[in-house]
C-alpha cells in the first residue's frame, strides 16, 4: 500500500465521519419537524437539534450513576462505534476503509453499538435502566440476526464478503432480481424503524413507562453523546439499507451520486418519521413476535438465496 | 325497605326518608356491620362511601355513616350510627363491603373512630410521623394544628414484597402521572406480580377548612378546587347536597346552565384523557390532535366563564354565569365543529388495529371487581355495568333531556376508550337539547331565611371519570358541620391492584391512564412530606441540601 493510498483511506474516512455529525441533527430536525406538522404542531426550527447538542455538550458532567468511568466510556463508545461504522459504508462513493475490512467487521462494529447502549444501561445501575436494558438486549438479539441474514443473502450472491462488492445492491445478484433480494428487501423496510428504535418500536426507551430506559441517568455531555450516536444511528442505517437495496444512481459521476445517495437517505427518514407519526408503541412481546416472524421469513430468503433464487 | 323492616325491626331507630330520592337509617351500632351487609349483598346496593364525623359539640357522641346507591331505584341511601366515648370503635364492614377498605382506613386517621376488624388497617392518609390520637378531623382540633412531637422526615413502612420480586417504583414523581403518587410495583422479569400503594401527599384540608374557616357560599370556591380537570362537577355537588339538606330549589334556567357547563366539562376531559391515554401509548399525533380539537371548548367556557377551567359556577340556589343568545349560537358552531372533527378521530381509532393490540385484554375489570370495589363511571360501564348517575339519580336539568348510558362487555382498557369516544357525542346531544330547552326566568332563588342547622343532604354527579358523590350535615354559623367529598378516583384507585396483577409492566401506565386517574381529587386532607426516591426515601431537608451541593450521588444510598 502506498502513502497514497493511505492518505486517500483516512480522507475518505474522515469525510464520512464528517458527513455524518454534519448531517444528523439535520435529519433529526426534519424529523421533529414534519412530527410536529403531522401533529398540528409548528414544531422547532430546523436547527433546533444542533442547538440541543451544543447546549447538552456545554454543561456541567454530573455523575449520578452506580459507576461513572463506565458510564463515560459507553457513552463515549455508543458515539465512536457507530462513526467507526462510517468508514465502512458507502456514502456516495466506495467505502473507505473497503481495504480494511469485510462485512463480518462491519456486522461486529454494528453489535458494538448495541453493546454500547447495553453497557450505559448496566453503568447507571436504576432499575428503570435496567429494565430498559432487559428489553433492549431481547430487541437487539432478534433484530441483529435480521441484518446478518441480508447481508449474507447479498454475499451470496455477490461470491464475496468484501464491502464494495456487497454493499452495492448485491440482494440482486448481477443478472436478474432474484426472489431473495425482493423479500430481503420487504423485511428490512418492515424492520427498519427497529433498528432505528423509533416508536412503534421504542420499547427500551418508552418514555411513558420506563422513562427512557438506559439513558435515563445521564444528562450534559454524555447524554449528547448517546443522542448523537442515536441520530448518527438513523443516518448508518439509512445508508446501509440504500447500499444494499437501492443501488440505483449510485454510479453516477461525482456530485450526481452523492446527491442521489443523500436523496434517498432522506426518502428514508421521512418514511421513518410518518410510521413513527402514525402508530401507538408495542410491546415488548408483541415486538418480539413480530420480529420472529420477520426472521422466519428471512431464513427462506437466505435459503432461496443459497439456490441462486 | 320492609324487607329491611322485617330483619333489623329491633336495631332501626329511626327513618328518614326526606324525599322520594333519599333515605336516611338510623341503627344501632351493633348491628351497622349486618344491615350493610344485607343492604349490599341481598338488596344489592352499591356501595357509595362511609363517613366518620365527630357530633360531640351536638349529641356528644361519634357518628359513622355508611352510604350506598339503590341505581335502579333512584335512591341513595345512608346507615349512621352514633358512637359514645371518646375513643369510639365500630364493627369494620371491609368483610361484607370490601370496597369500605379505604374509607374506614380514612375516618380511623381523621376522626379517630376505630374500625374494628378491618382487612388491612394500615395507615392510609396521615402521614407515618404524625403521633397516635391527634385527629385532624375532630371539633376540637383547629384547622392549622399541627402536633408538637410531629415527625415530618420519618419514612413510610412499606410491606414486604413476595418472593422472588423486584420492586419497581412507580411514582411518586413519574412522567405519564402528573400528579404525585407512589406504587411500589412488585415485578417478576416484565410480569406485575401486585402492589402497593401510598398516596395522599397532596393533601391541603379542603374538608377542614369548609367546615371551621368558611361559609356555605365559600365553599363553592373551595369544592372547585378540589379537581383541576373535573372542578365544576365537585362544585355542582356541593351546592346540591346543600340545597338537598336545606330544601332549596335553584330555578329551572339555572338548572339547564348547570347541565350545560357540566357537559361542556365532560367534553374538555374527555377529549383529554383520549389525547393523554394515546400518549400514554405512545401515539402522539392523536395526543396532539385531540388537544387541539379540544381547544374552542376551553376558549368557549373561558367567554361564559372567565376561565379556561374553574368555572366558579354555583352558588347555594342558583348560578353565577347566564348565556345570552349570541353565547348560545356561537355554542352551537363550536359543537358543530367539535362533532365533525371527532367523528373523523373516532373513525380512525376505531380502525386502529395498531391502537387495539395495546389495550384490548389490557387492565380488565369483571363485573364482580367492579360491584366488590365499588369501580364507578366509565370503568364500570366498559364491563357492562349500566350506571350512570345522570339517569339513575337526575340531577339539575337531566331529566327533561334524552340521552344513551354506553355500555360495553369486555371491560379493558379498550372499552374504555370506546366508551369515552362515544360520551362525547352523547355529550353534545344532551347540550343542544338542553339549548332547546332553556327558559327565561331567574338564575338564583331567593334565600331570605338562614339554613337550618343538623340536616343531611346528600348529591351524587355523575363526574367525566364517575360518580362524584358529596354529603354535607348543615351546621351553625352559616357553614356545614361535615362535608365529605367522594371523588370518583378515590373508588377507583382502588381497583387498579386487581386491574394490573399478573399483566406486563409496560401495560401498567395505561391500565392506570384507563381510570382517568386524579389523585388531587382523591387526596384531600393533610400535608404530607414523604418522597421517596428509589430503595431509599429522601427526606425533604435531604433534597434541599442535595439541591444546593448539585449532587444527588450513589452513595447517599441506604
Same mark, same amino acid.
Given at each position: ?15 464520512? =465521519?464528517? +458527513?455524518?455529525? +454534519? ?10 419537524? #414534519? ?16 442547538? %440541543?447538542?451544543?447546549?447538552? #455538550?456545554?454543561?456541567? %458532567? ?25 468508514? #465502512? =459504508? ?6 473507505? +476503509? ?7 467487521? +462491519? ?39 435480521? #441484518? ?19 454493499? %452495492? ?29 423509533? =416508536? ?68 428514508? =427518514? ?14 415488548? %412481546? ?24 | ?16 326518608? $326526606? ?33 366518620? &364525623? ?48 379505604? &374509607? ?27 403521633? @397516635? ?12 394544628? !399541627?402536633? $408538637? ?11 414486604? $414484597? ?32 401486585? !402492589?402497593?400503594?401510598? *398516596? ?104 361564559? /366563564? ?32 367539535? @362533532? ?9 381509532? *376505531? ?59 369486555? *371491560? ?28 327565561? *326566568? ?5 334565600? /331570605?331565611?338562614?339554613?337550618? $342547622? ?7 354527579? @355523575? ?23 367522594? &371523588? ?38 393533610? /400535608? ?31
Amino acid at each position: 500500500m502506498t502513502a497514497m493510498e493511505l492518505i486517500k483511506i483516512i480522507l475518505g474516512g474522515l469525510a464520512n =465521519v464528517f +458527513l455524518v455529525l +454534519l448531517l444528523a441533527p439535520f435529519f433529526e430536525g426534519i424529523l421533529r419537524k #414534519l412530527t410536529a406538522r403531522i401533529q398540528s404542531r409548528q414544531g422547532p426550527p430546523l436547527w433546533q437539534p444542533y442547538y %440541543d447538542l451544543l447546549k447538552l #455538550l456545554g454543561k456541567e %458532567d454530573l455523575e449520578a450513576g452506580e459507576s461513572p468511568l463506565m458510564q463515560r466510556g459507553a457513552a463515549c463508545l455508543a458515539l465512536g462505534s457507530v462513526l467507526t461504522v462510517a468508514w #465502512l =459504508v458507502p456514502m456516495g462513493f466506495a467505502p473507505p +476503509l473497503n481495504a480494511g475490512g469485510d462485512i463480518v467487521l +462491519l456486522i461486529y462494529l454494528l453489535g458494538l453499538c448495541a453493546i454500547a447502549t447495553l453497557l450505559a444501561g448496566l453503568a447507571a445501575g436504576s432499575t428503570y435502566s435496567l429494565m430498559g436494558i432487559s428489553r433492549e438486549m431481547m430487541a437487539v438479539i432478534t433484530l441483529e440476526p435480521l #441484518l446478518v441474514v441480508a447481508l449474507v443473502v447479498g454475499a451470496t450472491h455477490a461470491g464475496s464478503l468484501r464491502l464494495d462488492r456487497v454493499l %452495492d445492491g448485491s440482494v440482486y445478484g448481477a443478472s436478474g432480481i432474484p426472489w431473495s433480494g425482493l423479500i430481503m428487501l420487504a423485511v428490512m423496510l418492515l424492520s427498519f424503524q427497529a433498528f432505528v428504535q423509533r =416508536v412503534p418500536f421504542d420499547t427500551a426507551e418508552a418514555e411513558t413507562e420506563i422513562m427512557e430506559g438506559p439513558v435515563m441517568e445521564y444528562s450534559g455531555p454524555k447524554l449528547a453523546l448517546l443522542k448523537y450516536a442515536r441520530m448518527a444511528k438513523l443516518v448508518i442505517y439509512s445508508g446501509l439499507l440504500v447500499a444494499l437495496f437501492l443501488p440505483w444512481g449510485s454510479a453516477l459521476p461525482f456530485p450526481l451520486g452523492l446527491a442521489a445517495f443523500w436523496l434517498k437517505v432522506f426518502g428514508l =427518514v421521512l418514511l421513518v418519521t410518518l410510521v413513527a407519526a402514525t402508530h401507538a408503541r408495542y410491546r415488548i %412481546d408483541q415486538a418480539l413476535r413480530y420480529y420472529a416472524a420477520l426472521l422466519g421469513v428471512a431464513f427462506l430468503a437466505l435459503v432461496l438465496a443459497v439456490n441462486g433464487y | 325497605m320492609k324487607r329491611l323492616k322485617d330483619n333489623f325491626g329491633e336495631a332501626i331507630q329511626r327513618v328518614d326518608l $326526606p324525599d322520594d330520592g333519599r333515605l336516611y337509617l338510623f341503627v344501632a351500632p351493633a348491628s351497622l356491620k349486618e344491615i350493610c351487609r344485607f343492604i349490599f349483598r341481598d338488596l344489592d346496593a352499591r356501595y357509595i362511601i362511609s363517613i366518620g &364525623a365527630d357530633d360531640r359539640p351536638i349529641s356528644g357522641k361519634f357518628l359513622v355513616a355508611h352510604n350506598f346507591a339503590f341505581d335502579r331505584e333512584g335512591l341513595l341511601a345512608s346507615v349512621l350510627a352514633y358512637l359514645a366515648g371518646e375513643k369510639p370503635t365500630v364493627d369494620s364492614i371491609t368483610d361484607a363491603v370490601p370496597a369500605a377498605n379505604w &374509607a374506614e382506613r380514612e375516618f380511623r386517621d381523621l376522626v379517630g373512630i376505630e374500625p374494628r376488624g378491618h382487612r388491612y388497617p394500615k395507615r392510609l392518609v396521615l402521614p407515618d410521623g404524625w403521633p @397516635e390520637g391527634a385527629h385532624p378531623l375532630r371539633k376540637d382540633v383547629p384547622w392549622n394544628y !399541627c402536633p $408538637p412531637d410531629f415527625k415530618a422526615d420519618q419514612e413510610f413502612t412499606f410491606d414486604d $414484597p413476595p418472593e422472588g420480586c423486584v420492586v419497581v417504583p412507580f411514582g411518586p414523581f413519574h412522567p405519564t402521572l402528573d400528579e404525585p403518587a407512589h406504587f411500589r410495583l412488585y415485578v417478576e422479569g416484565e410480569m406485575v406480580r401486585g !402492589c402497593e400503594y401510598r *398516596g395522599f401527599m397532596a393533601h391541603r384540608g379542603i374538608e377542614k377548612l369548609g367546615e371551621s374557616v368558611l361559609t356555605y357560599n365559600d365553599i363553592p370556591m373551595m369544592a372547585e378546587r378540589i379537581c383541576g380537570i373535573c372542578g365544576c362537577v365537585h362544585n355542582v355537588a356541593y351546592a346540591q347536597a346543600v340545597e338537598n339538606a336545606a330544601a332549596i330549589a335553584p330555578p329551572p334556567r339555572a338548572e339547564i346552565i348547570r347541565t350545560i357547563m357540566l357537559e361542556i366539562e365532560r367534553l374538555h376531559s374527555h377529549l383529554l384523557w383520549v389525547g393523554l391515554a394515546c400518549h400514554i401509548v405512545g401515539f402522539d399525533t392523536l395526543f396532539m390532535q385531540s388537544f387541539r380539537i379540544r381547544e374552542p371548548i376551553m376558549r368557549f367556557a373561558e367567554k361564559i /366563564t372567565g376561565n379556561r377551567k374553574t368555572y366558579a359556577l354555583c352558588l347555594i340556589g342558583g348560578v353565577r354565569w347566564d348565556f345570552n343568545p349570541e353565547l348560545m349560537s356561537e355554542l352551537r358552531a363550536v359543537l358543530g365543529r367539535l @362533532e365533525e372533527e371527532w367523528r373523523a378521530v373516532a373513525d380512525a381509532v *376505531g380502525r386502529d388495529r395498531n391502537l387495539q393490540k395495546r389495550t384490548r385484554g389490557v387492565g380488565v375489570t369483571t363485573p364482580q371487581l367492579v360491584k366488590e370495589a365499588g369501580l364507578i363511571g366509565p370503568v364500570a360501564r366498559a364491563a357492562g355495568v349500566d350506571i350512570d348517575c345522570r339517569r339513575d339519580h337526575p340531577y339539575a336539568a337531566y331529566d327533561r333531556v334524552e340521552f344513551k348510558v354506553i355500555v360495553e362487555k369486555d *371491560g379493558d382498557v379498550w372499552s374504555r376508550i370506546v366508551v369515552r369516544l362515544m360520551e362525547v357525542f352523547e355529550s353534545i346531544h344532551i347540550i343542544r337539547q338542553c339549548l332547546e330547552k332553556i327558559e327565561d *326566568g331567574p338564575i338564583q332563588a331567593a334565600i /331570605t331565611d338562614e339554613l337550618p $342547622p343538623g340536616r343531611m343532604g346528600m348529591s351524587s354527579v @355523575e363526574a367525566p371519570r364517575g360518580e362524584s358523590h358529596h354529603f354535607v350535615i348543615t351546621g351553625e354559623q352559616n357553614r356545614p358541620r361535615r362535608w365529605r367529598v367522594r &371523588a370518583p378516583t378515590y373508588q377507583n384507585l382502588q381497583g387498579i391492584p386487581a386491574m394490573i396483577k399478573d399483566q406486563q409492566l409496560a401495560d401498567m401506565t395505561i391500565s392506570l391512564g384507563s381510570i382517568d386517574p386524579c389523585f388531587s381529587c382523591t387526596d384531600r386532607i393533610e /400535608t404530607v412530606d414523604l418522597r421517596s426516591g428509589r430503595t431509599r426515601v429522601y427526606t425533604q431537608e435531604e433534597l434541599i441540601k442535595s439541591r444546593r451541593t448539585g449532587l444527588i450521588n450513589a452513595n447517599q444510598k441506604k
